[in-house]
Protein backbone atom coordinates (compact mmCIF):
# COMPACT_ATOMS: atom_id res chain seq x y z
CA UNK A 1 0.00 0.00 0.00
CA UNK A 2 2.97 2.58 0.54
CA UNK A 3 3.57 1.93 -3.35
CA UNK A 4 0.26 3.61 -4.47
CA UNK A 5 0.85 6.68 -5.88
CA UNK A 6 -1.63 8.59 -4.28
CA UNK A 7 -0.11 7.61 -1.46
CA UNK A 8 3.21 8.26 -2.49
CA UNK A 9 2.34 11.36 -3.97
CA UNK A 10 0.40 12.90 -0.75
CA UNK A 11 3.32 11.77 1.59
CA UNK A 12 5.83 13.58 -0.64
CA UNK A 13 3.84 16.93 -0.83
CA UNK A 14 3.30 16.90 2.87
CA UNK A 15 6.60 16.40 3.82
CA UNK A 16 6.35 13.29 5.84
CA UNK A 17 8.87 10.17 5.40
CA UNK A 18 7.82 7.12 5.01
CA UNK A 19 9.22 6.10 7.76
CA UNK A 20 7.57 8.33 10.31
CA UNK A 21 4.24 7.30 8.33
CA UNK A 22 4.77 3.96 8.89
CA UNK A 23 5.50 4.42 12.76
CA UNK A 24 2.22 5.46 13.05
CA UNK A 25 1.15 2.41 11.20
CA UNK A 26 -0.35 5.11 8.47
CA UNK A 27 -2.72 3.03 5.71
CA UNK A 28 -4.19 4.21 2.15
CA UNK A 29 -7.32 2.61 1.31
CA UNK A 30 -10.82 2.25 2.73
CA UNK A 31 -12.96 1.68 5.82
CA UNK A 32 -16.16 0.20 6.98
CA UNK A 33 -17.54 2.67 9.90
CA UNK A 34 -20.10 0.95 12.00
CA UNK A 35 -21.74 3.28 14.68
CA UNK A 36 -24.92 3.35 16.89
CA UNK A 37 -27.06 6.31 16.33
CA UNK A 38 -29.21 8.49 19.10
CA UNK A 39 -32.46 5.98 18.50
CA UNK A 40 -30.06 3.18 19.41
CA UNK A 41 -29.73 2.06 15.55
CA UNK A 42 -26.99 0.10 14.27
CA UNK A 43 -25.52 1.96 11.31
CA UNK A 44 -22.63 1.85 9.01
CA UNK A 45 -21.00 3.35 6.47
CA UNK A 46 -17.82 3.30 3.99
CA UNK A 47 -14.87 5.54 3.42
CA UNK A 48 -12.85 5.14 0.54
CA UNK A 49 -9.65 6.15 -0.90
CA UNK A 50 -8.17 8.18 1.66
CA UNK A 51 -5.02 8.21 3.88
CA UNK A 52 -5.83 6.76 7.76
CA UNK A 53 -4.22 7.29 11.20
CA UNK A 54 -5.34 4.61 13.41
CA UNK A 55 -5.19 6.56 17.02
CA UNK A 56 -4.92 4.44 20.50
CA UNK A 57 -6.26 5.53 23.57
CA UNK A 58 -4.02 4.58 26.79
CA UNK A 59 -4.19 1.11 26.54
CA UNK A 60 -3.31 0.75 23.11
CA UNK A 61 -6.61 0.20 21.76
CA UNK A 62 -7.59 1.41 18.09
CA UNK A 63 -10.22 4.36 19.45
CA UNK A 64 -10.51 6.75 16.27
CA UNK A 65 -8.96 7.30 12.73
CA UNK A 66 -8.14 10.47 11.08
CA UNK A 67 -9.18 9.79 7.59
CA UNK A 68 -7.49 12.36 4.94
CA UNK A 69 -7.94 13.16 1.63
CA UNK A 70 -4.68 12.54 -0.61
CA UNK A 71 -5.02 16.59 -1.38
CA UNK A 72 -1.56 16.94 -3.58
CA UNK A 73 -1.58 20.99 -4.15
CA UNK A 74 -2.69 20.37 -7.54
CA UNK A 75 -6.07 20.52 -6.71
CA UNK A 76 -8.76 23.84 -8.04
CA UNK A 77 -9.95 26.16 -5.38
CA UNK A 78 -13.39 24.70 -6.03
CA UNK A 79 -12.51 20.83 -5.71
CA UNK A 80 -11.31 21.66 -2.68
CA UNK A 81 -14.08 22.96 -1.39
CA UNK A 82 -16.13 20.09 -2.53
CA UNK A 83 -14.03 17.44 -0.36
CA UNK A 84 -13.78 17.01 3.37
CA UNK A 85 -10.18 17.08 3.95
CA UNK A 86 -10.43 15.44 7.21
CA UNK A 87 -13.02 12.86 8.69
CA UNK A 88 -13.49 11.13 12.17
CA UNK A 89 -16.26 8.26 12.63
CA UNK A 90 -19.16 9.41 13.70
CA UNK A 91 -19.71 9.18 17.63
CA UNK A 92 -16.05 9.26 17.80
CA UNK A 93 -13.59 11.44 20.30
CA UNK A 94 -10.01 12.71 20.50
CA UNK A 95 -9.96 13.54 24.10
CA UNK A 96 -6.61 11.98 24.81
CA UNK A 97 -2.72 12.55 24.18
CA UNK A 98 -1.66 10.90 20.75
CA UNK A 99 0.05 7.42 21.29
CA UNK A 100 0.08 8.49 24.96
CA UNK A 101 1.60 4.74 26.25
CA UNK A 102 4.92 4.89 23.94
CA UNK A 103 5.93 8.55 25.00
CA UNK A 104 8.73 8.95 27.31
CA UNK A 105 7.30 11.08 31.03
CA UNK A 106 11.16 12.15 31.70
CA UNK A 107 12.32 13.17 28.35
CA UNK A 108 10.80 16.84 26.99
CA UNK A 109 7.44 16.02 25.25
CA UNK A 110 6.93 18.02 22.02
CA UNK A 111 3.84 18.88 21.96
CA UNK A 112 1.42 19.86 18.92
CA UNK A 113 -1.94 20.78 17.94
CA UNK A 114 -2.78 18.76 15.09
CA UNK A 115 -1.64 15.44 14.20
CA UNK A 116 -0.45 15.96 10.58
CA UNK A 117 1.77 19.10 12.27
CA UNK A 118 3.21 16.19 14.67
CA UNK A 119 4.01 13.59 11.87
CA UNK A 120 5.67 16.50 10.16
CA UNK A 121 7.90 17.43 13.51
CA UNK A 122 9.00 14.28 13.59
CA UNK A 123 9.73 14.11 9.80
CA UNK A 124 11.13 17.23 9.82
CA UNK A 125 13.59 16.78 13.10
CA UNK A 126 13.48 13.41 13.48
CA UNK A 127 12.36 13.58 17.43
CA UNK A 128 9.77 11.05 18.03
CA UNK A 129 8.83 11.83 21.50
CA UNK A 130 6.11 13.92 20.31
CA UNK A 131 2.39 14.03 20.78
CA UNK A 132 -1.28 16.13 19.30
CA UNK A 133 -4.18 17.23 21.67
CA UNK A 134 -5.96 17.28 17.98
CA UNK A 135 -6.54 20.58 18.19
CA UNK A 136 -6.40 23.87 19.75
CA UNK A 137 -8.51 23.16 23.10
CA UNK A 138 -7.20 21.61 25.83
CA UNK A 139 -9.12 19.14 27.14
CA UNK A 140 -9.41 18.91 31.33
CA UNK A 141 -8.36 14.72 30.54
CA UNK A 142 -5.62 15.87 28.29
CA UNK A 143 -4.42 18.53 30.79
CA UNK A 144 -4.12 15.98 34.14
CA UNK A 145 -2.21 13.40 31.29
CA UNK A 146 0.23 16.30 30.31
CA UNK A 147 1.10 17.49 34.22
CA UNK A 148 2.60 13.58 34.17
CA UNK A 149 5.33 14.82 32.21
CA UNK A 150 8.94 16.53 33.63
CA UNK A 151 8.41 18.85 31.01
CA UNK A 152 7.03 20.05 27.65
CA UNK A 153 7.36 22.23 24.63
CA UNK A 154 4.45 23.39 22.94
CA UNK A 155 4.86 23.93 19.15
CA UNK A 156 1.74 25.87 18.57
CA UNK A 157 0.11 27.24 15.52
CA UNK A 158 0.54 30.79 15.13
CA UNK A 159 -2.64 32.13 15.30
CA UNK A 160 -5.52 33.44 17.82
CA UNK A 161 -6.55 29.89 18.99
CA UNK A 162 -2.95 28.69 19.48
CA UNK A 163 -1.90 31.26 21.57
CA UNK A 164 -4.84 31.19 23.55
CA UNK A 165 -3.88 27.95 24.43
CA UNK A 166 -0.29 28.70 25.01
CA UNK A 167 -2.65 30.48 27.69
CA UNK A 168 -4.17 27.89 29.28
CA UNK A 169 -1.20 25.35 28.96
CA UNK A 170 0.33 28.21 31.34
CA UNK A 171 -2.43 28.45 33.58
CA UNK A 172 -2.57 24.74 34.29
CA UNK A 173 0.90 22.82 33.76
CA UNK A 174 2.88 22.21 36.71
CA UNK A 175 5.92 21.18 35.22
CA UNK A 176 8.93 22.98 33.04
CA UNK A 177 7.18 24.88 29.93
CA UNK A 178 8.51 26.24 27.48
CA UNK A 179 7.31 27.12 23.64
CA UNK A 180 8.20 26.74 19.84
CA UNK A 181 6.43 29.28 17.42
CA UNK A 182 6.36 27.98 13.55
CA UNK A 183 9.36 29.61 11.99
CA UNK A 184 9.23 32.81 9.40
CA UNK A 185 5.79 33.41 8.63
CA UNK A 186 4.33 29.87 8.49
CA UNK A 187 1.21 29.21 10.47
CA UNK A 188 1.93 25.84 11.71
CA UNK A 189 4.55 23.53 11.14
CA UNK A 190 2.56 21.38 8.76
CA UNK A 191 3.32 24.46 6.40
CA UNK A 192 6.64 24.06 7.20
CA UNK A 193 6.89 20.38 6.17
CA UNK A 194 4.88 21.13 2.70
CA UNK A 195 7.58 24.15 1.83
CA UNK A 196 10.58 21.78 2.70
CA UNK A 197 11.69 23.89 5.31
CA UNK A 198 15.50 23.40 6.04
CA UNK A 199 17.11 25.27 8.99
CA UNK A 200 14.97 23.14 11.53
CA UNK A 201 18.28 23.26 14.06
CA UNK A 202 18.17 27.04 13.78
CA UNK A 203 14.48 27.24 14.17
CA UNK A 204 14.89 24.62 17.58
CA UNK A 205 17.12 26.59 19.02
CA UNK A 206 14.47 29.32 18.63
CA UNK A 207 12.93 27.77 21.71
CA UNK A 208 11.68 30.02 24.76
CA UNK A 209 11.26 28.98 28.40
CA UNK A 210 7.37 29.98 29.29
Same mark, same amino acid.
Given at each position: ?????????????????????????????????????????? $????????????? !? #???? %???? +? @???????????????????????? $????????????? !? #???? %???? +? @??????????????????????????????????????????????????????????????????????????????????????????????????
Amino acid at each position: EYQNPSFQNWLKYRGISKEVAKAAGAFFGGVTISYTDERGVN $KSYKVMDRVMFPI !L #DEND %KVVN +L @EMRYPFTGQESKKFKESIRKVLYP $KKSSTNLLYEYKH !L #DKHK %KLYI +L @EGLMDCLAFRSLTGLENTSTIFGAMITKHQLELLNEFDSICYVYNNDAAGIQSVKELRDNYKGNMSVLKPADNYDDVGEMAIAGFKEVDNWLKTEKKF
